[in-house]
């Protein structure tokens, strides 16, 4: 199998770990030189292996690289080792084109940046991650992609840290994701448990036998699979910016343009969608969990969408457009049509890196604003930026022959037809489709909008951004009208069977193979989703133009008179963003605070660090007395050191035992000597404590009869003549 | 015990009666003289009653050394250093830490007493009470000790020679004078 | 005479050269009172050596002798170096290892 593989990641990351050291000592061209050939030569190794092993990658499992044993521990084998079949081959193709592109229209962006060789060192760093995400062979591997292109994010989104603002959005990116990714560590310790590897195609080929290990009911009555599947999909979540994570990915717009186009919007927020698609048999095993995907897409659609309606961020507006579209992408692999899923997932990579690309075009001309209520009558002034725009915009209204039309209808066909559900949840579907419906309106509503806002009507930017108004230069007009031309075509992959028999739905018969059946879509139906959903499309356009046409209209104006608290909500996003803060960050940071002031301050820092210093303070005040600094003194101390052992030394042993024995008025006294007897000893008794010794000589034993009963102090007395020294015992003793 | 035995032992008790007591009265007056001078005078006794001790321990060699080595060598040492260094002592025992140091001393008394009475105690021991020279030839002599020191103890005599090298020459680095300017090769 | 009686002489002279020791202000006479300590000790050494008849003891008292020696030599000279830099022989004023 072709180690080549190895080097589609590896390219770009040795490119940034370059850049990271050694980019300041170039100059600009040799930086993004460098980092463009990385990413170039990346996508030609992919495009290479792709079409040289064209026929394997359909109808095999694909081709793995195995580079070596990245983890042996007990019964966990992780091998480091890459796989590319139908679906990573294309994810691969698409992140390396799409990669090139932006790489390709940074240079024109950033072309006053000063930091320019650690931009590239970063974009470099994301392709490579997610490279490794997606050629990634088993779910370890997986997740150091994962959580790479989640680090890149984070360093991207915080590129101008110089503001707080950004530092922050950086943060708030990094860490919803670790709250998905937790889901993701979870379910990937639930799969392991239960089937014992952490190899995709080991887990998809479990699951597509049924496997017990995986039906089996671990909680609640549901399956393994189900919780499998439903952690998995929260690690999806906060990539994929759904509902109830997707709050970061507004937020993440504060990064430079192409880092929105390339990684929140084309590449790292639809790795949820295909990793779902990776283990959909797994998911299929679960038709819970699909209808929770499935749910949670088709409302994330339709609130981002409706959130989208009211905001005036040129970018803002697309960040909630890829919430939305994603919410459409996890219907498609939710209602078990992965590759209607996939379909959409590639369309939308074109059109809305098209239109990030625009926006980025338009703000360069503006000056860095992306305020659209000061734009306006841009068409004339951005000739290509405007054109490029037009067809992304109509791609993602789903007006036909764009690619979105298809991509979109897909999904929607597919949610009206599915199956998964079985007969109980066979309600879903169709629901689902008809709120997709419903967020395709509004989607073709708020596009138009936009669209109307910044290139129709007045130019309503100040005289000053007026007169430096400017197409930007090729570097940037370039990779726009490729993916312009992608947004355009890319519907060609998967034009419905309907529409051409020899070559429709070419997608999916391409990934058959990965990602397994698919639902039956009648030919009727292709037919009434197209007709239905190019209405819809016309429809929003068209009441867009009616309020937005040339400007904010009469009827927009009235609808915010007569809407004002529906209105004032939208435009303030619900207040999700209000509401975290009061049920998380607050509650968090009062407990982060009263552990500070707990555990840190007085704990830690007072007993257990100020603790030891005082205790070695006063230890070393103390000592410090006993330190005189005369010679004499510690010699007098040495002096009665030695008398207090001379006369420990020189005192007779204890006895070990002193045995009292009481036979009516009789008491015998028998002292066992110690380990160190020694002979030669006194020994005096005196029995009834009056001072008298009544017994005396070397017998270490010796008995007494009292004259009649009471309560007696007995003391012995034992001498070493030697030394002269003595010690005494003393008992009392009852005589009965 | 015959006369010639019995006047023997009384003249030999009365030689060590007083050469005793030159040791310990010499030693008490070394320690309680104001002066270093006398001091150093009142040690010399002290060594010379030893030295005389030696002698009637058999240990002739030793004995001679004694007055050669200390009698004479260090006591001149001695004189030496008083000369150079001697000031007036306004008060022979220091008063701080006397307290400690009188404690001390009564330590090292209870010591003493604790040995001494042992030794009497017990001094009907075959080794406690053995008082005639042994049947060794040339016991103590020159020759005798020299042998030995040259024979089996010949590693630890060339030792100590090493140290006394060592001792002369710490003394002298020790005493000279450093001087301030950089020209002196001794920093 | 029996040599009980020198090892009696010989703890005495200790104890007096102890008391010196820990007493005496002048570091002069502590030093002699340290020799002292140190002839005590060879007093006892000669004794022992004459009632085992052993002569290894003479060896002994020889090599205390010789360190005697040595220490009277360095110590004196410690004293002169040390009456040099701060103009005392006195003990209680040379502490400079105070705590």
Not at chain 1, 483 to 504: E, I, K, T, Y
Not at chain 1, 673 to 680: L, R
Not at chain 2, 8 to 27: D, K, N
């Amino acid at each position: 199998m072709p180690s080549e593989l190895r080097m589609i990641p590896l390219l770009p990351l040795l490119s940034a770990a370059y850049l990271i050291l050694f980019g300041r000592r170039h100059s600009r061209e040799s930086v993004h030189r460098i980092a463009c050939l990385a990413v170039g030569a990346a996508f030609l190794v992919s495009a290479d292996v792709f079409f040289f092993w064209f026929p394997i990658l359909y109808q095999s499992n694909g081709l793995t690289d195995l580079v070596g044993t990245w983890l042996a521990s007990g019964d966990l084998q992780v091998d480091l080792a890459l796989r590319m079949d139908a679906l990573s081959g294309l994810m691969c193709l698409m992140v390396t084109f799409v990669g090139t592109l932006i790489h390709i229209y940074s240079t024109g962006y950033l072309a006053h940046e000063q930091d320019y060789a650690r931009f590239f060192a970063y974009l470099n760093l994301f392709c490579g991650a997610m490279l490794l995400l997606v050629l990634g062979d088993s779910l370890p591997v997986m997740f150091v992609g994962w959580e790479g292109v989640g680090l890149c994010s984070y360093l991207l989104i915080g590129f101008w840290y110089g503001e707080a603002a950004n530092a922050s959005a950086g943060k708030k990116a990094f860490i919803t994701n670790r709250v998905g990714d937790l889901g993701f560590l979870i379910g990937m310790f639930l799969l392991f448990r239960a089937v014992g590897t952490l190899d995709i195609p080991v887990l998809v080929d479990t699951a597509r036998a049924g496997s017990p290990s995986l039906t089996a009911a671990l909680w609640w009555g549901q399956p393994v699979a189900f919780w499998a599947a439903l952690f998995l999909f929260m690690g999806a979540v906060g990539k994929s910016a759904q509902i109830p994570l997707y709050v970061w990915l507004p937020d993440a717009m504060a990064g430079p343009t192409p880092v929105s186009a390339l990684i929140h919007a084309a590449t790292m927020v639809t790795a949820g969608v295909y990793m779902v698609a990776r283990l959909g048999a797994l998911y299929l095993l679960a038709p819970v969990a699909l209808a929770i995907v499935a749910g949670v897409g088709a409302l994330t659609a339709l609130f981002a969408a409706v959130i989208a309606l009211g905001q005036n961020d040129f970018k803002k507006v697309l960040a909630y457009s890829t919430i939305s579209q994603l919410g459409f992408m996890f219907v498609g692999v939710g209602t078990g049509n992965f590759a209607g899923g996939i379909f959409h997932l590639f369309t939308h990579a074109f059109f809305k890196a098209g239109l990030f690309l625009c926006a980025g075009s338009v703000m360069h001309a503006m000056a860095g604003s992306g305020d659209i209520t000061r734009m306006g009558g841009l068409a004339q002034k951005l000739p290509f930026t405007t054109w490029v725009f037009r067809v992304c915009w109509l791609a993602i209204c789903g007006v036909p022959i764009f690619s979105g039309f298809f991509s979109k209808d897909a999904i929607v066909a597919g949610a009206f037809a599915t199956e998964v559900f079985g007969p109980r949840l066979h309600w879903v579907g169709p629901t689902l489709g008809a709120g997709l419906l419903v967020a395709a309106l509004g989607t073709a509503f708020y596009m138009s909008r936009l669209y109307c806002l910044v290139f129709t009507g007045e130019c309503r930017a100040d005289l000053d951004t007026r007169a430096h108004l400017h197409e930007s230069p090729f570097a940037m007009v370039g990779p726009l009208l490729v993916l312009g031309l992608g947004a355009l075509l890319a519907g060609v992959m998967g034009l419905p069977p309907a529409l051409s028999r020899s070559h429709g739905d070419l997608i999916g018969r391409w990934l058959a193979t990965a990602l397994g059946r698919q639902p039956e879509v009648s030919r009727a139906l292709q037919w009434r989703v197209m007709a239905t959903s190019a209405l819809i499309a016309l429809a929003g356009i068209g009441l867009a133009w009616r309020f937005f046409g040339g400007g904010v209209r009469e009827p927009a104006r009235r609808f915010t008179a007569a809407w004002p608290h529906f209105t004032a909500a939208v435009r303030g996003k619900f207040f999700i963003d209000e509401i975290y803060d009061w049920l998380v960050v607050r509650p968090l940071r009062g407990l982060s605070r009263v552990f500070f002031l707990v555990v840190d301050r007085i704990l830690i820092d007072k007993l257990l660090v100020g603790g030891w210093t005082v205790l070695v303070d006063t230890a070393g005040r103390l000592l410090r007395l006993v330190q005189v600094g005369d010679v004499q003194r510690y010699l007098a101390i040495f002096a009665i050191g030695l008398a207090a052992l001379v006369y420990v030394m020189a005192r007779p042993v204890a006895p070990s035992e002193v045995k009292v024995r009481i036979e009516g008025r009789s008491a015998t006294v028998d002292l066992t000597e110690g380990k160190a007897a020694v002979d030669k000893l006194e020994y005096g008794f005196d029995f009834d404590g009056d001072g008298r010794e009544d017994r005396v000589g070397a017998a270490a034993n010796a008995n007494w009869l009292y004259p009649r009963p009471g309560h007696y102090q007995l003391r012995i007395r034992i001498k070493d003549p030697r030394w002269n020294t003595s010690r005494t015992i003393a008992r009392t003793i009852d005589i009965p | 015990m015959n006369l010639a035995a019995h006047s023997a032992s009384m003249a030999e008790t009365i030689v060590f009666a007083i050469l005793s007591a030159g040791v310990l009265v010499g030693g008490l007056l070394t320690v309680t003289r104001r002066n270093p001078v006398s001091a150093v005078m009142c040690l010399v006794l002290t060594f010379a009653a030893l030295a005389g001790l030696f002698a009637t321990l058999s240990a002739h060699f030793l004995a001679v050394l004694q007055i050669l080595v200390y009698a004479g060598a260090v006591m001149v040492l001695f004189i030496f250093v008083v000369m150079m260094v001697n000031r007036e002592e306004s008060t022979p025992i220091a008063r701080q830490g006397l307290v400690t140091r009188a404690a001390g001393v009564l330590a090292a008394g209870y010591v003493f007493y604790r040995v001494a009475w042992l030794v009497s105690h017990e001094r009907t021991l075959p080794l406690l009470a053995a008082s005639a020279t042994p049947p060794v030839k040339d016991f103590g002599t020159v020759s005798a000790v020299g042998a030995l020191l040259f024979a089996d103890f010949l590693f630890p005599f060339e030792a100590i020679s090493l140290l006394l090298l060592l001792a002369v020459v710490g003394g002298v680095m020790l005493t000279r004078h450093v001087r301030e300017d950089h020209s002196s090769r001794v920093s | 005479m029996p040599t009980y009686a020198y090892i009696l002489v010989s703890l005495a002279l200790f104890f007096v050269g102890a008391a010196g020791v820990l007493l005496r202000r002048n570091v002069l006479i502590v030093l002699m009172s340290v020799e002292m300590q140190l002839a005590a000790g060879t007093l006892a050494l000669l004794s022992f050596s004459r009632a085992l008849g052993d002569q290894k003891g003479h060896v002994f008292a020889f090599f205390v002798m010789a360190l005697a020696a040595a220490e009277a030599a360095v110590g004196l000279a410690i004293v002169v170096s040390v009456f040099r830099t701060r103009r005392t022989a006195s003990l209680d004023e040379v502490n400079g290892l105070k705590g």
